[in-house]
């Protein structure tokens, strides 16, 4: 069975920073876009970045300029920094790896963020 393992949540005050990181197993790790999602209580979840093997990023909107998305390939780990972090942004955060060709995704167990004064 597939693990993506993250860490890196917590509580932070607005304006605050936080960096997620999610490790994979190599074989998934080396093809599959690694990304990052997050569900609000009574929302949908959403995409937060995604990045490809190739490095190829996307981003909402909503974090453009505030969040970046990374790859390490030594370490088979993917990250989430998060800058200027906001109210709007406390959510349960997953780590995702999606097949470029295939409908195959992994999940991982998730991590809570909360921006909170």
């Known amino acids: 069975q597939v693990q993506l393992v993250e860490s890196g949540g917590g509580l932070v005050q607005p304006g605050g920073s936080l960096r997620l990181s999610c490790a994979a197993p190599g074989s998934i790790f080396r093809f599959y876009t690694m990304g990052w999602y997050r569900q609000a209580p009574g929302k949908q979840r959403e995409l937060v970045a995604s990045?490809?093997?190739?490095?190829?990023?996307n981003y909402a909107d909503s974090v453009k300029g505030r969040f970046t998305i990374s790859r390490d390939s030594a370490k088979n780990a993917v990250y989430l920094q998060m800058n200027n972090l906001k109210p709007d942004d406390t959510a349960v955060y997953y780590c995702?790896?999606?097949?470029?060709?295939?409908?195959?995704?992994?999940w991982g167990q998730g991590t809570q963020v909360t921006v909170s004064s």
């Open positions: 995702n790896a999606q097949h470029p060709a295939y409908s195959i995704t992994y």
């Open positions: 990045m490809s093997n190739s490095g190829n990023t």
